[in-house]
């Protein structure tokens, strides 16, 4: 039994040929004698010789020349990597999607080339089922007076001027050193792969198109791609680039290429104690400047006091940003063993992976708010130089205690 895909082939010609044949002026006998004429050239035995010593005149390759430099009349190279793994990497490789191998050649064999790059009911070609002389392949192509060896050989012509050891003088070249040697490398553009790249572009765009016309509350996450390039090829003859280049209508997408944007981090992730690794003492310089004024004044007031107390509020109010800024980050990440020295109860406090037990340790807030007031201390004395008099330290751990809620 004819595999679908050729008998559907075969059919979409032949209405193709009725349709182009057919005027509205003929007769019903001449429209009758276009339907037999057409039935007749392509039953399977009839076409299939006639297409077969066609296919010479198309060359079909993974790597077209003409895509380099367009005058090359040759040259074309075909590339399988039967070792290539398929890797969710992400990357659209030689390994990781099934691309069409591409054409070039004469208008005459196109046809050729549409029958062989057929993909049949088992996923393979015909032209990979006539590599492998497969007994599937066999059956398919069997119809009198003419042998299939002779057929299949016809039919592989279309690989036979395929270059495979030798370069052109109007390729890009680079000298690749190997050793104490070099090799001279052929730069070629593999011609599936950049048309499956596009492929998945313009479905990406598509979806992105239909996210945006929803209504509001239906949208859903989409992805875009910007600052893409158009290339084109073969001016208004893409056709005389190759196959798959006519298809895309000579236009394929560039791909921004830019070094990464990196951002500085805003936080530092404490590796031994928050106070010590996040908190910069520097940072908060002017407000301990402040605070020491106030409490060196030679006067003292309720302003003055109040002042004094505003300027640890102040200090520790920027604690609990950074406090915060901290568990903005994915939660776990205390678990690496980059945070190994971190102290336990830090941990549960900085890290959302924790909220449970931070919630239920009574005596976390003891020991963040004696950590505080001992940052504070120590803070103080870098950048004054001097110590807080037992005056001021005992209100500076009141101001601490009645920010508890702020720190849970």
Known sequence: MLDPAIKDFLQERKEARIKAKTKARMSDEEKAEVIREANAAFELSAWLPFEAKRAKQIAITSHPAKFTYPSIKKNEVSFTALEAKKTADGFIRTGNVSVEEDGFGGAAGLAAYKFLTLPLSDGKTVLAHLEEESVEIQQQLNIPDTSFSELREQFLAVKSSVETDITHGRLKQVYFPVKEDYHLLSI??????MFKLKERINTLKKQAREEKSKKPHEQQEFAELYNLSVIGFGGTKPQNISVLNSKNFGQAYLLESLPPALQQRTVTLPKHSFFTNTLNPWRYKDSFLTFHKLITLDYNNDNIRRGRDNS?????SQ???RMWAVRQTEQGWSKSDA???LPVYQKHWLDNAYLKRREEDRDLLDKITRDLAQWFLVSYKKIIKHTI???HLEQLKQIIDSNKEGLR
């Open 188 to 193: 070629l553009p593999p011609s599936g792969l």
């Open 312 to 316: 640890i509020h102040f200090i520790i």
């Open 319 to 321: 604690v609990i940003e």
């Open 339 to 341: 945070f190994s020295h």
């Open 389 to 391: 008099g037992k005056e």
